[in-house]
């Protein structure tokens, strides 16, 4: 659809709005935002930004520029680089990720949206809460997702099958899934992937209807300083699952275009984003029924949910026009473009009794798997907050890989993955704490 039909009621609501904050200042003029949207989801956030430009922009002065700076980690790469060389050179907003939220917090240059004297009413409550710290929200939510379970729903239908509500119902059904050859080639395997800290976030997060890989309520209250999936034995309840799983043999473990292997059918299932959900239809072109489910849980007892991922407009500017850039970021209409073109949830709780958004659902109910899924979990359940977040990334990665292909010992790799995570959690004091 096209914006349109209420920027006049948005201009209202944004202009009539009064700045709270002492230091701002009615100045419009240029309003620059760092990115990490590409491809069909880079398209529809520069379309939306163009829609701005020629409306709100063009009657009140200001001009939104959109730069592409690279993935996520490169966005906050370069707004670290930049604090720390020319505080005035940052961008007036970056859209970043979780990631970065521990550098944020511990930011002497972000401007929070209370700040800004932004309504933050109307965001849903587990977007808020994802990015909620002990300076109190740190961001605007903006694009928010959930991990979802992918399937080839034609292929399930065909062997009567629904997708596993836990890891152990996927265990048992994987050698259905899977497929070989006359030669014993595996030609179709159950799953793609190997778990990393997004997916872990859920994974250890649900067990026990609430846990956390670390302390401080995965940092959200305050650094974080100790690790707690060890003592807690929930890393190595996963991995227990994870192997027994992988153990059937129809387990594919590449890091790379999982994607492209789903669309071309040589996996029947794998967990990515909800943000991904018109990408990965695009690429299947209707060659199978692409359905999304509800991630499978560790085991019986993890009842706590998925966490919100995705990302958020953190401002470094106390500018009237950002406060205006940013309340059309995140108004119904721009929302619900936003959700129908991307997978991508609308954070405005106004859209959710739309008839509109309602009819897209109806009709596109591969999307509303995302929002059931959020609805259900415990909003509790968020993302760690850690420092060296890229490399734990996949240090996370290597030690799966380890017991799944290597047959090291569950208990060893638990030990290393926590040292690993404990030592970048005392690295990250030592060089910035008494810095605040």
């Given at each position: 659809?096209?914006i ?32 990490s ?22 009657e ?34 970056a ?19 209370d700040?800004l004297?932004?309504?933050?009413s ?6 808020i ?25 034609t ?176 108004s ?25 958004y309602i ?10 798997v995302a ?35 290597k ?26 704490l008494?810095q605040?």
């Open positions: 659809m096209k349109g039909k209420t920027l006049a009621a948005v201009l209202a609501m944004l202009l009539s709005a009064a700045l709270i904050h002492a230091g701002g200042s009615s100045e419009t003029g240029t309003v620059t935002i760092w990115h949207n590409s491809g069909a989801v880079g398209n529809a956030f520069e379309e939306i930004i163009d829609e701005f430009n020629r409306t709100i922009g063009k009140n002065g200001i001009t939104v520029e959109s730069i592409y700076q690279g993935a996520a980690n490169d966005v906050l790469t370069k707004v670290k680089a930049t604090a720390n060389a020319d505080i005035s050179s940052l961008p007036d907003i859209q970043l990720d979780a990631t970065a939220a521990l550098d944020m917090m511990n930011s002497d240059y972000l401007i929070l949206p700040e004297g932004l309504d933050t109307m965001i849903m409550p587990s977007a809460e994802s990015l909620m710290s002990e300076r109190g929200l740190l961001a605007l939510p903006f694009n928010a997702s959930s991990l979802l379970f992918y399937y080839n729903r292929l399930f239908d065909s062997l009567s099958l629904a997708p596993p509500e836990t890891l152990d119902d996927f265990t048992a059904i994987a050698p259905l899934l899977g497929e070989k050859d006359s030669s014993g080639r595996i030609t179709r395997y159950a799953f793609a992937g190997v778990p990393a800290t997004y997916e872990l976030c859920a994974f250890i997060g649900a067990q026990n209807g609430l846990s956390y890989l670390v302390d401080e309520e995965n940092g959200h209250l305050g650094t974080p300083r100790r690790v707690l999936f060890g003592e807690e034995g929930t890393f190595r309840n996963f991995l227990v699952h994870w192997k027994a799983l992988c153990d059937t043999g129809y387990v594919s473990n590449i890091t790379n275009d999982i994607s492209t292997e789903f669309a071309a059918g040589r996996t029947a299932t794998m967990l990515a984003s909800s943000s991904n959900l018109s990408t990965v239809m695009s690429k299947v072109g209707g060659r199978f029924e692409v359905g999304t489910a509800f991630v499978p849980k560790t085991d019986s007892a993890a009842t706590g949910g998925v966490n919100i991922g995705g990302g958020a407009m953190f401002a470094f500017s106390e500018r009237e026009d950002v406060k205006t850039v940013l309340g059309y970021l995140v119904e209409e721009v929302q619900l473009e936003w959700a129908e073109k991307t997978g991508y949830m609308p954070v405005n709780t106004g859209l959710y009794d739309s008839p509109e009819a897209f659902l109806d009709s596109h109910p591969q999307f509303a929002m059931a899924q959020t609805e259900a979990s415990n909003p509790k359940v968020t993302g760690a907050w850690l420092p060296s977040a890229y490399q734990l990334y996949y240090s996370f990665q290597t030690e799966i890989r380890n017991v799944t292909e047959g090291k010992d569950i208990d060893e790799a638990v030990a290393d993955m926590e040292a690993a995570v404990q030592k970048a959690l005392d690295d990250y004091a030592a060089q910035n008494n605040h």
